[in-house]
Every structure is written in structure tokens, then in C-alpha cells.
């Protein structure tokens, strides 16, 4: 008997291959449009200034998984973590650079066994400013106790990730739980002092979009932020930095599934602002990988994008008069860096 129902034919899905094909000239477009812009706008190629900011990723382990998370990063990360003598090399080229800032993240950095008594020494050296890029929730964890105490001791700069002021956007990106954990930590930072006037602890809240948009301009989510935390929650802090979505890693599956890509790239470069390309962190900022390899930004790191001179791509192997002036590698993500009100690990710089 013949069926009633009509035939469905079925799409055959493009193979692995073309899906990478496509992806390799989408890529190659973006770096094109990058070095297009800078052209019209009379600018030169992007170089390495002087390092003034020593940033270093101890490690991929962390107790979140976040939807967004362009290190991709876990708790099933165990095998990827900064040993001491990495630490060690680290330390020696601090102690010769003298930067103004050693910028440490991860993963749940503090979650590094070494990752408090690197803080130590490098206090030891004299290094102006020391942050620590915390997701909040590890503040908690049993295995932490005193962490807290410990970094407002050392008078740390704690960045903290907090993507809303509302439980549903938060868990979202991060899991289940974690807004509530997170105003748990900020009140007792802002019990140890974090956030408040005159205290010298700094507090920095990090936010970014949920989807495929550019972040809102970052005064006036500051402002918001702070009118709603404090007027709901009692909460302080010292700033917001508002981050734009970088197309790699977790938040490139996310373009690649839901069919945004190609639209998210068309609009970060529609967006490009010269005006931000003097404050591009790639500028003043040596990047070292938890293995100990060397990078211009953390996210040329997380694409393995390693510094141009072949003869100092480690740690062990610094050379100074290689990375200043050394040309920066350029990738797709260099649009977001450059949309709008620009994007860095310090925020906005434009």
C-alpha cells in the first residue's frame, strides 16, 4: 500500500572539510578587512611597544564552564597548569622588565597549587599593580579557605567576571547557581574592603554580550551596574570594563551553530574604530601561555598564535630587543578589538 505522506529528502550535511574551507577564508577575509581599515585610516601595521602589562595564563583549570569562554577552559583541565619553573622564568623576566602591571589569569587562576606564592614573589620584586582575574564563585570552594583574606592582604587587583545584574543572563553563560555565588564573594570582598572609597582595594567587574553583539558602551553599564547592585544587593565596586564576544573558541561554536558568523564578522568590521587601535593591549602587553610560550595577547595565545620572532617564542628563551618593536600577528579577532568602542583586557579603549 502506498504511503499517504509525502517524501522528505533530507539536505546532505557539507563535509568537515568544507565547513573548514569556508571557515579558513572567512578568517582570511577578516584579517584582510583588519589591514584594509588600518590603511584608510593612514595608520600603520600593528608593533609591539615596551611591555609595561605581564600577563600570564597559569593554567586552563577552573571549577565553571562558561558557555563564552574563549580559553576554554574546565575542571577537566587538570594535565594544562604552569609549573614552578615556568613560574621561575617568569619571575626573571618581571625582575628584569619591571612592569607596571603582572596580570595573572587562567582557568580559575588561584586554582594553580603555586599560584599564591607566584603572587608573593612577585610582590617581593616591587611590581606596582598584581591582578588576579577571578570568576568569584572559586572564592568559595572548601579548597580555598582564606583565599580572600590572602589576596586583600597582598592588596591584589581582583577583576572579577560578572556578565549581568540578573540571575537568568549570568547562570546562562556560566551555570547554574553562580549569580547567587557570585554576589556571595562580592559581599565578602566588600567586607574585607574591596570596592570601598579610600581602601585601595580595587574591585574590577567584567562583563560582555550574551549573543552575537556588540557590547553597550561601557559608562553607562557601569552606571548601571553600580545603581542596581547597590540598591538590590548592598554591593560595591571600584569599575566596570565591558568586553566584546572574540570569534574563537567556545563563543566560535556558538557562531558556527546558530548560522552568525559570517553576519558577527560584517559587523565588528562595519564597527571599526581607528580610535581605538593606540589602546589595543597587543601594544604593551607579553603574553605567556601556561607552558611557558610567549604571545602577543591572550587571545593570539588561545589561538597558539605565538610572537613573530622565532628566537624568543618562550619564556626561557626572552630576548628584550626581540619583543619591543617585534611585529604583532594579526587574526580575525583583531576586528573585535577594534569595534566600536575597542575591547582589551582592560576594556574599552577608545
Known amino acids: 500500500m502506498e504511503s499517504s505522506s509525502a ?151 581582583i577583576v572579577a567576571s560578572l556578565p549581568a545584574v540578573n540571575a537568568a543572563q549570568t547562570d546562562a553563560q556560566r551555570g547554574g547557581g553562580v549569580f547567587d555565588k557570585s554576589l556571595t564573594a562580592l559581599k565578602r570582598l566588600n567586607a574585607l574592603g574591596y570596592g570601598r572609597p579610600d581602601t585601595g582595594l580595587e574591585l574590577t567587574l567584567m562583563s560582555n554580550p550574551s549573543g552575537a553583539f556588540l557590547p553597550p558602551p561601557q559608562s553607562s553599564a557601569e552606571a548601571r551596574f553600580r545603581a542596581l547592585l547597590r540598591r538590590h544587593h548592598g554591593i560595591e565596586f571600584t569599575r566596570l570594563i565591558e568586553l566584546a564576544n572574540m570569534p574563537i573558541n567556545r563563543f566560535l561554536e556558538y557562531l558556527l551553530a546558530s548560522g552568525n558568523h559570517a553576519a558577527y564578522m560584517e559587523r565588528l568590521s562595519a564597527a571599526f574604530n581607528p580610535a581605538a587601535v593606540q589602546g589595543l593591549m597587543c601594544r604593551n602587553t607579553l603574553s605567556v601561555g601556561w607552558d611557558g610560550r610567549l604571545y602577543d595577547c591572550d587571545f593570539n595565545q588561545m589561538l597558539e598564535l605565538e610572537v613573530a620572532p622565532a628566537e624568543s617564542r618562550t619564556i626561557f628563551d626572552y630576548r628584550r630587543e626581540l619583543m619591543d618593536g617585534r611585529p604583532v600577528r594579526i587574526a580575525n579577532h583583531c576586528l573585535g578589538c577594534t569595534a566600536g568602542q575597542g575591547s582589551s583586557c582592560g576594556g574599552a579603549t577608545a
Open 7 to 157: 517524501e522528505v529528502i533530507l539536505e546532505p550535511r557539507p563535509p568537515k572539510l568544507e565547513v573548514a574551507e569556508q571557515l579558513r577564508r572567512l578568517e582570511e577575509a577578516s584579517v584582510e578587512a583588519f589591514d584594509a581599515h588600518l590603511r584608510r585610516a593612514g595608520l600603520p601595521a600593528l608593533r609591539a611597544e615596551p611591555t609595561t602589562v605581564f600577563q600570564i595564563n597559569v593554567g586552563k583549570l577552573c571549577n565553571q564552564t562558561c558557555h563564552h569562554c574563549h580559553v576554554d577552559a574546565g575542571p577537566l583541565k587538570t594535565d594544562e597548569n604552569m609549573d614552578w619553573p615556568t613560574f621561575q622564568a617568569c619571575l626573571s623576566v618581571i625582575a628584569e622588565l619591571k612592569p607596571r602591571t603582572v596580570d595573572i589569569t587562567g582557568g580559575a587562576p588561584e586554582l594553580n597549587p603555586h599560584f599564591r606564592r607566584f603572587v608573593d614573589e612577585v610582590r617581593r620584586l616591587g611590581v606596582p599593580e598584581v591582578i588576579d582575574r577571578c570568576n568569584l564563585s572559586v572564592l568559595l570552594l572548601d579548597s580555598q579557605r582564606g583565599l580572600a583574606e590572602f589576596l586583600a592582604e597582598r592588596r591584589v587587583h
